[in-house]
């Protein structure tokens, strides 16, 4: 049954249970990479791109036509994707972690 004189307390584990959901992903870190390796994107659990890395063959291979730099600009956005897709699971596994396999619509 629910106490409404436990909802302040309530309202407090949530807020706590969310800033350690945030601090966990701000400090998951993971990679998407396309190319071979050729292009490397490093984005943290926030979603928020780390860095990029573009092997330099990559580039020192570009004939200069515009058909190239098609080709590794679709590379780079197909490794900030892939990178972006494992962030997702980095946040739906940690999220589902903290909520001890709770069922809650829209996580899974």
């Not at 350690?20 to 992903?25: A, P, T």
Request: glycine share 12%.
């Amino acid at each position: 049954m629910f106490n409404p004189l436990k909802l302040s307390e309530m309202m407090t584990q949530a807020n706590q249970m969310q800033e350690e959901v945030q601090r966990k992903l701000a400090q998951t870190v993971v990679e998407g990479s396309s190319g071979g390796g050729a292009v490397m994107a490093t984005m943290n659990g926030k979603k928020q791109l780390l860095k990029l890395h573009i092997d330099a063959a990559a580039v020192t291979s570009l004939s200069g036509s515009q058909q190239d730099l098609e080709m590794l600009e679709d590379l780079v956005v197909a490794a900030v994707n892939e990178a972006g897709r494992k962030a997702d699971e980095a946040i739906q596994s940690s999220v589902q972690g903290m909520l001890g396999g709770l069922k809650l619509p829209g996580l899974g």
